[in-house]
């Protein structure tokens, strides 16, 4: 069966930097793009970046542009999602998603990311 | 990348049905029939329940349903149970080719 696992959440001070990954297992991992998706304590679901099946484009929301960086080792069935210059406002659960059409069918549980001093 | 416009709540009875609606614009809902749907019970992570406006994942019941008019579409959720109850979220790629979330609507089953 299709699992994803996220890890690398903690606390961050403001202006630090943290790398998530996502661990898949139970599909073709170098066949699907990714997504990763946040949802702040207590609000809605917030898209953050896709990558393409064999990590040729990257897109992302426009406040984390230049910020985060989406990757992926298609030999490890592992995609990552760089943070840098974190603020407050990126504290959330950070989920992973694989791609089906234009839609995401497998989510994995997520994993907190806390920024604050 | 403006949020797609949910109702912050719904409610019905068991046996009744709802309808949640997200209203985009002509660059995301409005633009493609890429609108997705997600439920997401307290302290879960989403699930599908809806893709391509109308498709069902297999195991979603058929009592789950979707359809689009020009920049808004609608969940269908009919002879409503109890465990319908949760947050569902709709989803649209956009002509940015970006995805875009809606706020959100707490179904309530009364």
């Known amino acids: 069966q299709v699992q994803l696992v996220e890890s690398g959440g903690g606390v961050v001070q403001p202006g630090g930097s943290l790398r998530l990954s996502c661990a898949a297992s139970?599909?073709?991992?170098?066949?699907?793009?990714m997504h990763w998706v946040r949802q702040a304590p207590g609000k809605g679901l917030e898209w953050v970046a896709f990558?393409?099946?064999?990590?040729?484009?990257?897109y992302y929301t426009d406040s984390v542009k230049g910020r985060f960086t989406v990757s992926r080792d298609n030999s490890k069935s592992t995609q990552y999602l760089q943070m840098n210059s974190l603020r407050a406002e990126d504290t959330a659960v950070y989920y992973c998603?694989?791609?089906?059409?234009?839609?995401?069918?497998?989510w994995g549980q997520g994993t907190l990311v806390t920024v604050s001093s | 990348q403006s949020a797609l416009t949910q109702p912050p709540s719904v409610s019905g009875s068991p046996g009744q049905s709802v309808t949640i609606s997200c209203t985009g614009t002509?660059?995301?809902?409005?633009?493609?029939?890429?609108v997705s749907w997600y439920q997401q019970p307290p302290g879960t992570a989403p699930k599908l329940m809806i893709y391509?406006?109308?498709n069902r994942p297999s195991g979603v019941p058929d009592r789950f349903s979707g359809s689009k008019s020009g920049n808004t579409a609608s969940l269908t959720i009919s002879g409503l149970q109890a465990e319908d109850e949760a947050d569902y979220y709709c989803?649209?790629?956009?002509?940015?080719?970006?995805?875009?979330f809606g706020g959100g609507t707490k179904l309530t089953v009364l």
């Open positions: 998603a694989k791609a089906k059409e234009m839609a995401t069918d497998y």
């Open positions: 139970g599909f073709t991992f170098s066949s699907y793009g």
């Open positions: 990558i393409r099946f064999d990590g040729s484009s990257k």
């Open positions: 002509s660059s995301d809902v409005g633009s493609y029939n890429r």
């Open positions: 391509d406006v109308t």
């Open positions: 989803s649209s790629y956009t002509t940015s080719s970006t995805w875009v």
